[in-house]
C-alpha cells in the first residue's frame, strides 16, 4: 500500500530565476526593489549577485524581502577604477514567495554620485538550511581585450558537496562579452549603459570533493577594469538507511516481495528500495535530526512476510544495521539509541494507516506487536547495542508472542505479557515489572542463558486451563514473587536450572515440574499439589528467609514433599502452614534460626543423616516422622526438639549419636505410624535422652517389634511411659533397660505402663501433688526416690520388684507417699536377697512386702507412717518408755541462787520424755500421756510445752482435772497458780516414728 508523500530533494540544483535588474540612476538611489516573478518554493534557497556602480567606497549592502526572510551579505568586492561594488547575497530554507513578493537591496548614502545596479537573482535547492556559506574570495583586474578574470582561490571547503557562485563586474564601456570558467555554466549576462555602463555575469558549478576553488572565466574586452568574487555553499547531506532482511528464522534471505519503505518521525519518506532481498540501502534519505524516529518496513508484502523495524538516528552519518526480519518487530540499528513506546507510536498501524504495519500502541501507551492477531510466531526483537524502555513511568505495557533480548530491556514498572517464548541474550533491566507469561498449549522455552543482567521482578504463569509448558533453558532469577497460576514450570530434565526467588514464591495452581533443581526462596513458598503430587519430589528447596511453607492438597505426604528441604537460615524462622503431611527425602536442614508449624508433620526419609541442624537450631512442628528403611541418626539441639519424633517406616531404626532433649509437649513415638506389622527401634547407644513429654512404645496389638533400648543411658521422662500391650499381637513391644537410668520428673501426674519391660535403675523426681501412677509390674534393679512430698500410687494387685536397690527418703514433715491405686487391694513389693534399703520418712499403705526375702521383712522403714493395711512392712514391737524428771527453780528464801531448797514456795519444773525403743509404731493417734499432780502443788496456769523432737507427734489437746473429780479431764485451771488441778491429759496427733538414731522421742515440760 503506497501513500502520499512529501517531495524532499536530495541534490544541489538550480530551479529557476527569479528575478533581475539592470539601470542606471541619473540620481543618488539608496535602494532598489525587484519584483518576484515566479513561485520560489519554500525550504530552498535564493542568491543574489549585484554589481553596484558609483564613486565611493567602504558602502554597505543589504538585501530583504516583504516575506521576512533573512538575508545575508555574503561577499564584496571594491575596484576604485571603475567605482563599481560586486556583492552575492542569500536567503537559506525560505519563506515561500511569489509574484506579489518584492526583493529589496539598500546600500548606504553614495555620496550623491550617480549610480546604476545590474541583479540577478536565482532560486536553488539542495542547500543546508541553516548556515551554508562556507568560503569566500574576490579579486581585481584592469583593463584587456581580452582579458582573464578570478576571485583568486578560497580556503578549502569543510565538505566535499558544495555549490560554486561566482560573480564578475566590469565595466560595459565595449559591450564585453563573458566566457565562464571551467565546468562552470552561466546563470546570466547582463548590463546597462549611460554614463557609467556597467555589467554583471553570474556562473554556478557544484561539487563533490574538498578543495581551494575560485570563480574565473573572461571577457572579451574591458576598457576600466573588473572585480570577481566566489561564494560556496554547503549541500545539504543526505544520507543512506540500509540493514538486512530475514525470514521468520533470522538465516534465510527474504525473497522480492514489496518495497522497502522508510518513515521520518510519522512522515513516509519518497525513498525507498524495490528489491527485497538479503540486504537493502534506502539512499537519498534527507538526514533527519538527531533522536528523529525512523521506521522501517516492507510495503505490499503478504502477512507472513511483513516485517518492520524502528530505530531512532544518532544525528551523524547513515543509518546502518537495521534488521528487517519476518513477523518481527525489530528495535535498533547500529545507531544504538533507545526507543520507547511513545517512539513506537509515531508510525504504528493506526498512525500510518498501513496494514503492513502490524504493531500498534494505543492511548494509554501500550505496546501490542501484533495487532490484528495475523501471526504465531510474531516476536518483539531487540538488537544489540540498542535500548528498549516502554515507558519511564512504568504506565505502558508490552504484549508479544515471543521476546528476544540482544540490547536491553529497561522494563521499569511495565507489564510485559508474552504468549511464547522468552530469550535474554544481553540485559533485562526488570525494575518492578510483572512478566506474565500466558502460552495455552505447546511447549515455549525461558532461557537467559547468554545474559549479562537476567533477574526478573515478577513472574507469572497462567495457561488459562490450557496445556501450556513452559520449560527453563537456563536458571531463573525472579527478585519478587514466582507465580504459577495454571499450566507447568518445567526445569529441564537432565540440566536441572535452578529457581531463585526473592520474595514469595506462588504456585496455587497449575504444576511445578522442578526435576532435581534448587529452588531457592526468600519468604513464602506456596506450592499446590492437585495436579501432580510428585513435582518437587527430586528438588531442593532452600527457605533462606523468614517465611511460610504451604504445601496444600499434597496427597500420600509420607512418599511426596522435596528431595532436601533447607529452613530456618542465618536465624530466620520458616513456619509450615499446612496441616498435611510432607516427605524430606534425602535431608531436612535447619540453619541457626527456626522451623515452626504446630500441625505440620514431617517424614524423613533419607539416611543415614535425615536431618542436619545447626547447635541453635529450633524445630517446633507437630511431628517429625522417622521414616527410613536403613538406620537413621537423630542429632541434637542446644535448644532441644519442640517436636515429637515418631518412628514410622518398617524396620525403621533411629539412633542417636549425641545427646536429645525433647522439650515438654512433644513426645517419643515408636510404632511404626500406628500400624502393628511395622517394626522400629530407637537406640540410646549411651547418650542422654529427655522426654519432655511422653514416651510411646507400640502401636498395640503389634505382629512387629517396636523396641527403645536405652542401654548405658540416662532417660529422663516428664510424661508418661507406655509400652503398648501385646492385645491379640504376637510380638511384645518393649524397653531394654541395660545399665540405664530412667528418671520421671514430670511436675504434673505421670503413668508408667511396662507391659513386661523392666528397668535397670528408676529414679523418680516428680513433684506434683499426684505423682507418678504405676499402672503394671515393673523390676527394677534399684529404685529411687528422695523427693520430700513425692507421692507414688501403685497398681492394685501388681507386683514391683527391686534386685539391688531401694532408696526411698522423704522428709520430717513431708513424708513420701507409696499407696494403691485401689484400698482394700494389695500392690505387692518384694525386695530381693542382697537388696540395699534407705527407706525414711514414708506413709505407706495397703502394700504387702510378704514376698520379700526373709532378710528384708519386715522391711522397717524409718521415721515413716504404716497408714494402714501393711503387711510386713513395720515390726510387730512398741516399747514406749516414760521418765519424768524435776528441776528446783528456785525458794523463797534463796531464790534462784546456791543452796535453794524444795521447800514450801519453792518453783519446780517437770520434763516428762517420751520414748519409741521398739521396732514398730503404735497405732496413730493412739499415745496419751497422764500425770497426777502431787497434792501440795500448785499448777502454773501458763501453759505447757510440747516439743516433738523425732517423734513425728503432734500436740492435738491438754485438758485437766479438779481434786474432787481426779479422773474427769474437764476441769479449767484459774489464777496463776491453781491449788486445784489434780492432773494433766495429753493426746497427740500423727503416727509415732521409731528405729531412728536417737530414739524417736517427745517432751511435755510445765
Given at each position: ?73 555574503d561577499v564584496s568586492r571594491y575596484n576604485a577604477t571603475i567605482g563599481a561594488y560586486t556583492v552575492i547575497c542569500s536567503a537559506h530554507n525560505i519563506t515561500a514567495l511569489n509574484i506579489s513578493n518584492n ?339 505447546g511447549t515455549e522455552r525461558i532461557d537467559s542463558t547468554g545474559a549479562t543482567t537476567a533477574n526478573f521482578y515478577n513472574t507469572t504463569f497462567n495457561d488459562g486451563g490450557g496445556t501450556a509448558t513452559y ?336 532408696t526411698l527418703q522423704g522428709a520430717s514433715g513431708q513424708l513420701l507417699t507409696l499407696a494403691s491405686s485401689s484400698p482394700g487391694t494389695h500392690w505387692n513389693f518384694i525386695l530381693n536377697s542382697g537388696v ?171
Open positions: 500500500m503506497i501513500l502520499p508523500f512529501r517531495e524532499a530533494n536530495s541534490a544541489i540544483s538550480l530551479v529557476q530565476k527569479v528575478g533581475g535588474y539592470a539601470q542606471e540612476h541619473i540620481l543618488s538611489t539608496l535602494s532598489i526593489t525587484i519584483p518576484v516573478t515566479t513561485t520560489v518554493t519554500g525550504g530552498n534557497s535564493i542568491i543574489i549577485s549585484i554589481a553596484w556602480t558609483y564613486n565611493a567606497s567602504g558602502e554597505v549592502f543589504t538585501c530583504s524581502d516583504d516575506a521576512g526572510n533573512s538575508y545575508s551579505t526583493i529589496t537591496i539598500t546600500t548606504t548614502d553614495p555620496g550623491g554620485r550617480t549610480t546604476g545596479a545590474v541583479v540577478s537573482i536565482h532560486e536553488f535547492s539542495g542547500l543546508l538550511p541553516t548556515s551554508p556559506l562556507d568560503q569566500t574570495s574576490g579579486d581585481i583586474g584592469g583593463s584587456g581585450a581580452p582579458v582573464a578574470v578570478s576571485s583568486g582561490d578560497t580556503a578549502i571547503t569543510t565538505q566535499a558537496n558544495e555549490l560554486l557562485i561566482g560573480a564578475i563586474g566590469s565595466d560595459n564601456d565595449s559591450t564585453p562579452i563573458f566566457t565562464t570558467g571551467s565546468g562552470y555554466t552561466l546563470l546570466e549576462s547582463a548590463s546597462f549603459d549611460g554614463t557609467l555602463p556597467t555589467a554583471l555575469s553570474t556562473e554556478y558549478k557544484t561539487v563533490s570533493t574538498i578543495g581551494a576553488y575560485r570563480a574565473d572565466g573572461s571577457l572579451s574586452n574591458v576598457d576600466w577594469g573588473w572585480s570577481a568574487i566566489i561564494a560556496t555553499y554547503k549541500a545539504a547531506q543526505t544520507i543512506s538507511v540500509s540493514g538486512s532482511c530475514k525470514r521468520v528464522d533470522q538465516t534465510t534471505n527474504c525473497s522480492d516481495t514489496g518495497t522497502v519503505r522508510i518513515a521520518v518521525n510519522g512522515t513516509l519518506q519518497a525513498q525507498t528500495q524495490t528489491t527485497v532481498g538479503g540486504t537493502w540501502t534506502i539512499n537519498g534519505v534527507p538526514p533527519p535530526n538527531s533522536g528523529d524516529v525512523i521506521t522501517v518496513f516492507i510495503d505490499g508484502a503478504s502477512n507472513i512476510r511483513e516485517a518492520v523495524a524502528v530505530t531512532k538516528y544518532n544525528g551523524t552519518g547513515n543509518i546502518t544495521g537495521v534488521e528487517l526480519m519476518e513477523k518481527h518487530l525489530s528495535i535498533g540499528s547500529d545507531d544504538n539509541q533507545t526507543i520507547s513506546n511513545a517512539d513506537l507510536s509515531q508510525y504504528d498501524s493506526s498512525a500510518s494507516g498501513d496494514e503492513d504495519i502490524f504493531y500498534e500502541v494505543d492511548s494509554s501507551n501500550n505496546l501490542t506487536v501484533d495487532i490484528f492477531n495475523a501471526y504465531t510466531t510474531e516476536k518483539l526483537y531487540i538488537k544489540g547495542g540498542n535500548t528498549f524502555r516502554p515507558d519511564s513511568s512504568g504506565s505502558g505495557s508490552v504484549t508479544s508472542q515471543d521476546i528476544e533480548i540482544n540490547g536491553t530491556f529497561i522494563a521499569d514498572s511495565n507489564s510485559i505479557t508474552l504468549s511464547g517464548y522468552w530469550k535474554n541474550n544481553a540485559v533485562f533491566a526488570a525494575g518492578t515489572s510483572t512478566v506474565n507469561f500466558i502460552a495455552t498449549s520449560q527453563l533453558d537456563s536458571d531463573l532469577n525472579v527478585n519478587h514473587d514466582l507465580s504459577v497460576i495454571d499450566g507447568i514450570l518445567n526445569t529441564k530434565f537432565g540440566l536441572n536450572y535452578a529457581v531463585n526467588v526473592g520474595n514469595d514464591f506462588l504456585q496455587s495452581g497449575g504444576r511445578v515440574e522442578a526435576r532435581s533443581s534448587t529452588l531457592t526462596v526468600a519468604r513464602h513458598f506456596m506450592a499446590d499439589g492437585s495436579e501432580i503430587n510428585d513435582g518437587y519430589n527430586s528438588a531442593s528447596l532452600v527457605m533462606n528467609g523468614t517465611g511460610s511453607l504451604t504445601y496444600s492438597n499434597l496427597s500420600s505426604g509420607w512418599a511426596n514433599g522435596f528431595r532436601y528441604l533447607t529452613v530456618g537460615q542465618s536465624g530466620n524462622t520458616t513456619t509450615l502452614l499446612s496441616s498435611n503431611r510432607m516427605t524430606v527425602i534425602n535431608q531436612l536442614v535447619v540453619g541457626s534460626g527456626s522451623l515452626g508449624g504446630n500441625s505440620a508433620n514431617i517424614y524423613l526419609r533419607g539416611f543415614p543423616n535425615p536431618l542436619a541442624v545447626s547447635p541453635n537450631s529450633r524445630i517446633d512442628i507437630n511431628q517429625l516422622r522417622f521414616f527410613g528403611n536403613s538406620a537413621q541418626n537423630l542429632p541434637s539441639l542446644l535448644n532441644g526438639y519442640d517436636s515429637t519424633i515418631r518412628l514410622s517406616w518398617p524396620g525403621t531404626i533411629l539412633n542417636q549419636t549425641e545427646s536429645v532433649t525433647i522439650n515438654v509437649g512433644s513426645h517419643l513415638i515408636i510404632d511404626g505410624d500406628s500400624l502393628v506389622n511395622r517394626a522400629a527401634t530407637y537406640n540410646t547407644n549411651g547418650y542422654d535422652l529427655v522426654v519432655g513429654g511422653n514416651i510411646q512404645i507400640g502401636a498395640g496389638n503389634d505382629t512387629a517389634l517396636k523396641r527403645l533400648n536405652t542401654t548405658n543411658s540416662t532417660v529422663t521422662v516428664g510424661g508418661d511411659i507406655e509400652v503398648r500391650s501385646i492385645g491379640s499381637g504376637s510380638v511384645q513391644a518393649d524397653i531394654i533397660s541395660t545399665d540405664s537410668t530412667i528418671i520421671l520428673n514430670g511436675s504434673a501426674s505421670q503413668t508408667v505402663t511396662m507391659n513386661g519391660s523392666n528397668f535397670n535403675n528408676l529414679t523418680v523426681t516428680n513433684t506434683s501433688t499426684s505423682g507418678v501412677i504405676f499402672a503394671d509390674t515393673f523390676t527394677a534393679n534399684d529404685f529411687t526416690n528422695t523427693t520430700p512430698n513425692s507421692t507414688m500410687t501403685f497398681a492394685a494387685g501388681q507386683t514391683y520388684t527391686i534386685n539391688n536397690g531401694v540395699t534399703k534407705n527407706i525414711d520418712y514414708v506413709n505407706v499403705s495397703w502394700s504387702d512386702a510378704s514376698g520379700s526375702h526373709s532378710t528384708n521383712k519386715p522391711i522397717l522403714p524409718t521415721n515413716s507412717n504404716n497408714g494402714g493395711n501393711n503387711i510386713n512392712w513395720f515390726g510387730t514391737n512398741t516399747n514406749i518408755n516414760t521418765n519424768k524428771a524435776s528441776t528446783l527453780i528456785s525458794d523463797p528464801i534463796n531464790s534462784t541462787g546456791i543452796g535453794k531448797n524444795h521447800i514450801p514456795g519453792a518453783i519446780v519444773e517437770y520434763t516428762i520424755t517420751t520414748t519409741n525403743l521398739g521396732d514398730s509404731s503404735p497405732d496413730t493417734g493412739s499415745i496419751i500421756l497422764t500425770d497426777t499432780l502431787d497434792s501440795h502443788v500448785e499448777l502454773d496456769t501458763s501453759g505447757i510445752t510440747f516439743t516433738s523432737n523425732n517423734s513425728g507427734l503432734s500436740l492435738n489437746s491438754v485438758t485437766y482435772s479438779h481434786k474432787n473429780t481426779p479422773t474427769t479431764y474437764n476441769y479449767l485451771p484459774v489464777g496463776s497458780y491453781d491449788p486445784n488441778v489434780a492432773g494433766i491429759k495429753i493426746t497427740t496427733s500423727g503416727t509415732f516414728s521409731h528405729t531412728d538414731t536417737p530414739n524417736p522421742h517427745f517432751t511435755v515440760t510445765y
